[in-house]
């Protein structure tokens, strides 16, 4: 009895990103693709999303050039395919600030919006220690950081000092602070609805971008290796690997990476019309199947 409906939804991608990105110090492994996603979690009451990508328009366009990002479609396009709009999507998680999870806040008109504080106000921080700094912003669009405060003006901001259990029933987020971000936040969805849950999900943000990270190349004898990009320490990366296995029940496989073109290997899933695809990783009973 699955409680909610789960699928991981690309809307751009990036064909070739040097792996030494994804897994720290792959210096000569060549380039893969990496897919750029949200999360879309349906409830009988509510449509959440994890991440709301970016708006392909003014900086948001100059990264879509700067990261070769290709396939670029916008939310009516991507959520059109689960049968939803943007305006229905009635909550967003926010796992970090980098542009390609928090750039789009503006799409989703209707959302009340759950982020660490920790998470705005030290890339506020970052942006006010000078020039010479600005290697910490790499990754962030300083008009995304602005929009934010502007939802909190909306009284549409949640900002959370730290873990907090059922954001929704049976939703809970936890912060892993230094790490990829300042303060980065991943997902435990108990999908059997009990708090002592043999069916969780744990949507992992980017603390991993792929398989790869979990286990190193050694699944075997599994050992953790942190991304590529971090602004925090890959100690702390790697302690909220193990963190989320352990709340995942010790499985490897219920830790999603959303950046992990490999999903399609273990989960079902479509190509869209528009060329992006579609990933279901759990079904709530009575819906229909957006994959098959
Ligand atoms: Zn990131």
């Not at 229905?88 to 504080?117: N, R, S």
Request: with cysteine; charged share 25%; glycine share 10%.
């Amino acid at each position: 009895m699955s409680k909610y409906s789960i699928w991981v939804l690309e809307y751009c991608r990036v064909e070739e990103l040097p792996a030494s990105a994804v897994v720290y110090g792959a210096h000569n492994r060549g380039t893969l693709r990496l897919p750029f996603c949200y999360t879309l979690v349906k409830g009988p009451d509510f449509a959440a999303l994890i991440d709301v990508g970016y708006n392909d328009v003014d900086h948001g366009r100059e990264l879509t050039e700067m990261f070769g990002i290709s396939n670029w479609r916008d939310p009516h396009t991507v959520l059109g395919e689960c049968g939803l709009t943007p305006e229905q999507i009635t909550h967003v998680i926010l796992t970090h600030g980098h542009f390609d999870h928090m750039g789009g806040t503006d799409l989703f008109p209707k959302a009340t919006f759950f982020i660490q504080e920790r998470e705005l106000s030290r890339w506020v921080w970052a942006m006010s220690i000078g020039r010479r700094f600005r290697w910490l912003m790499e990754a962030v669009d300083p008009g995304d950081v602005l929009r934010v405060v502007e939802l909190a003006r909306q009284g549409r901001l949640v900002s959370l000092e730290g873990a907090l259990e059922d954001v929704l029933p049976h939703i809970d987020l936890y912060p892993a602070h230094e790490s990829h971000t300042p303060g980065s936040q991943y997902v435990v969805i108990r999908n059997d609805g009990k708090r002592d849950s043999a069916d969780v999900w744990v949507m992992a943000g980017d603390l991993i971008y792929q398989f790869e990270n979990l286990h190193g190349n050694n699944e075997a004898d599994p050992y953790y290796v942190p991304v590529g990009l971090g602004s925090g320490s890959q100690t702390n990366m790697l302690l909220a690997i193990d963190e989320m296995i352990k709340r995942a029940g010790g499985e490897m496989r219920r830790v999603i990476p959303a950046h992990e073109e490999g999903l399609k290997t273990v989960f079902p899933s479509r190509i869209a019309a528009s060329g992006l695809r579609v990933t279901e990783i759990a079904l709530a009973d009575g819906e229909p199947s957006r994959v098959r």
